[in-house]
C-alpha cells in the first residue's frame, strides 16, 4: 500500500482543477487522484469524465447526491494506498517534498499503529478566541495541529474520526455554513488520537498557490499562479478571486464551529502543543544548508524570507 491517494475537493472552479489534476498526474508516488464531486446541478466536465474512464484505477471522481462540504472527508472506498493526502483544487505541492513528507509520514509510528498528522499548513487553536492563522510561522513557532484541507497526510481510516456521532452537531455546522471543516477535522483528529502534528516548512518553491475565478456553463473560468501576497492584487485574475473564497466570505462562522466541536470533545484536545518543524532535505538545499535550525527558520520565514506560510 504504497504511495498515497490525492482527494481533491472542488466546486466550480475548473480551470483551477485542470491545473492541479496535471500536476499530480505528473507525481509518481501519487497512485491514486480523486475528486470529491458535490456539484449536484452540473456533472464533470467531459475532459475529467474522459480522463477518469480512460484510467479508472487511477483517477476517481467520488460524486455525492447532496452539496455537502463535509463530503471530502467521507470514507472511501477502493482506496490502494494507506496514505491519504486531503488538499483543495488551488494549491499544490512539489512531487519531491510531497516524497519526503510521505516517508516522514510512514516513519512517524511502527506499521499498525495510529500516525500523526503530517503537513503544510500548521495551526494553533485556542480555546478562548478564533486563532491567528499566521502564528505558528512566527517565535517559537508554536502549533498544535494542521489544516489538512490545505494539505496534509492521514491514514484512509482517519476519514472516519470526522463522522463520530459526538461531533455531527459541527458537522451539521460546517455543512449549513459552508466553512470550518478543517477546523472540525482537527478537532476530531486530536480528540481520536492525542497525537502532535508534524509541520513540514516549505520552501517558495515547493508549493504553487492559484487565484480561480468560478466557472459558469460553457465558461470554466481562469486559474493563474498567485504571486507572493504582497503582489497579489497586480493581477486581474486574483483581483477578480479576492473575497470570493469561502473563507473569505464565511469568515464570521468558523470560531462558532470551532466552539461546538470544542464543546463536544472537551478542550483538551488544544493541548498538543509542538514547537518542531520537520524541514526536509530538499528545501534545506533550496535554503542552501545542510540541516535547519531555529535561527534558519526564523530567517526564513521573515520578510523577504524563502519560507512560506501556508
Known amino acids: 500500500r504504497g504511495g498515497y491517494t490525492v482527494v481533491i475537493n472542488t466546486f466550480r472552479r475548473l480551470a483551477c482543477l485542470r491545473v492541479v489534476l496535471d500536476h499530480w498526474a505528473s507525481c509518481p508516488e501519487a497512485a491514486q487522484v480523486r475528486i470529491s464531486w458535490s456539484d449536484v446541478d452540473r ?3 467531459p475532459w475529467l469524465a474522459d480522463r477518469a474512464a480512460a484510467d479508472p484505477a487511477r483517477f ?27 488538499v483543495d483544487d488551488d494549491i ?4 519531491e517534498v510531497m ?14 499503529a495510529p500516525r500523526p498528522m503530517v503537513g503544510f499548513a500548521a495551526r494553533m487553536l485556542r480555546n478562548s478566541s478564533a486563532y491567528a492563522w499566521n502564528s505558528p510561522y512566527l517565535v517559537p513557532f508554536a502549533k498544535n495541529t494542521l489544516f489538512v484541507t490545505k494539505g496534509g497526510f492521514l491514514h484512509r481510516d482517519d ?16 455543512d449549513a455554513r459552508t466553512t470550518g ?11 481520536a488520537r492525542r497525537l502532535r502534528p508534524v509541520h513540514v516548512a516549505l520552501h517558495e518553491a515547493q508549493v504553487t498557490n492559484l487565484c480561480c475565478t468560478p466557472s459558469k456553463p460553457g465558461d470554466e473560468g481562469a486559474a493563474v499562479v498567485r504571486p507572493r501576497i504582497q503582489a497579489k492584487r497586480a493581477s486581474p485574475v486574483c483581483k477578480r478571486a ?17 466552539a461546538e466541536a470544542l464543546r463536544a470533545v472537551g478542550p483538551h484536545v488544544l493541548g498538543l502543543e509542538t514547537r518542531k ?17 531555529t535561527a534558519t527558520l526564523r530567517a526564513g520565514y521573515a520578510h523577504g524570507g524563502k519560507l512560506v506560510a501556508v
Open 43 to 45: 456533472g464533470p466536465p
Open 159 to 174: 476519514l472516519e474520526l470526522f463522522w463520530r456521532p459526538s461531533l455531527q452537531k459541527a458537522v451539521a455546522l460546517v
Open 181 to 191: 471543516e478543517d477546523i472540525a477535522m482537527s478537532v476530531a483528529f486530536a480528540a
Open 92 to 95: 499544490f505541492y512539489g512531487c
Open 99 to 112: 516524497r519526503e513528507a510521505l516517508a516522514a509520514w510512514e516513519g512517524s509510528a511502527p506499521q499498525g
Open 242 to 258: 479576492l473575497g470570493k473564497s469561502l473563507s473569505d466570505r464565511k469568515r464570521q462562522y468558523r470560531f462558532d464551529i470551532q
Open 277 to 293: 518543524t520537520l524541514v526536509a532535505a530538499s528545501t534545506c538545499a533550496l535554503l542552501n544548508v545542510t540541516s535547519a535550525s
Open 60 to 86: 476517481v471522481v467520488d460524486r455525492y447526491a447532496l452539496n455537502r462540504l463535509s463530503n471530502r472527508f467521507q470514507p472511501l472506498e477502493g482506496v490502494r494506498t494507506d496514505a491519504v493526502f486531503s
